[in-house]
């Protein structure tokens, strides 16, 4: 199994609302990403978990939080979120190729719309 | 901010022509990747190049990069409608985990 998997595809919650963004890997791999990406924008780094620690926090709002319980799976914590939050979620893992280097494996991403 | 630029910001040409992107950045860097985006979709690693690298292939695609310019290419060759998709180029800062992306290119290829 190569894939990163994200749950749910779509989620439309309201900014009172708490509401949870999930990534599940079996790849074994050991660094995971959360990404942002508005529209026709590239995607923007939010966070890094690095062997099930937070590594990199892109002064992420409080109203996103992050957890990584254990080396398969990666979660976004949503609350009091703003309309300017909606946007694509992408959770990407990092696994060394070949050459040493590490390259990116994406899920397919978690489309946020905050009412 | 860190994030690199790409150029054009869109490209539209016909099946069968060569499309050519640029990227440039800002830090140093340990490699440079490139990556494509189907429409609202995740995005998928395509071709990477190492700081001491200045040319490298893969199928269809052939890449460069320029330290000194802190700049990089990718040609895609004899261009198919499945390659209309938005590419990226991406760097990490230094062996850290941080990958950068750029601003990205636009493809669309008219069959």
Request: hydrophobic share 30%; glycine share 6%.
């Amino acid at each position: 199994d190569t894939e990163v998997t994200q749950t749910p595809k779509h989620l439309v919650m309201g900014m009172t609302n708490k509401k949870s963004l999930k990534c599940e890997q079996h790849m074994g791999h050991r660094a995971m990403y959360w990404y942002k990406q508005k529209a026709k924008k590239p995607p923007e780094l939010m966070f890094v978990y690095s062997y099930e620690k937070l590594s990199i926090n892109e002064s992420v709002p409080s109203r996103f939080s992050p957890e990584c319980p254990n080396s398969s799976l990666l979660n976004l914590h949503l609350h009091a979120l703003q309309p300017e939050d909606s946007a694509l979620y992408l959770c990407a893992t990092s696994g060394t190729v070949s050459s040493g280097a590490n390259v990116l494996t994406f899920g397919a991403g978690s489309r946020l719309t905050v009412l | 901010s860190q994030q690199g630029e790409e150029d054009p910001q869109a490209l539209s040409i016909q099946e069968g022509e060569n499309a050519t992107m640029n990227c440039s950045y800002k830090t140093s860097i340990n490699n440079l990747q490139w990556y494509r985006q189907n429409s609202g979709r995740g995005l998928v690693h395509l071709i990477l190049i190492r700081s001491n690298e200045r040319e490298k292939h893969s199928g269809r695609l052939r890449v460069t990069l320029d330290t000194s310019k802190k700049s990089s290419s990718l040609l895609i060759t004899a261009s198919r409608a499945a390659d209309t998709a938005s590419y990226f180029c991406a760097t990490d800062a230094s062996g850290t985990y941080k990958y950068i992306f750029g601003t990205g290119t636009r493809l669309k290829v008219l069959a």
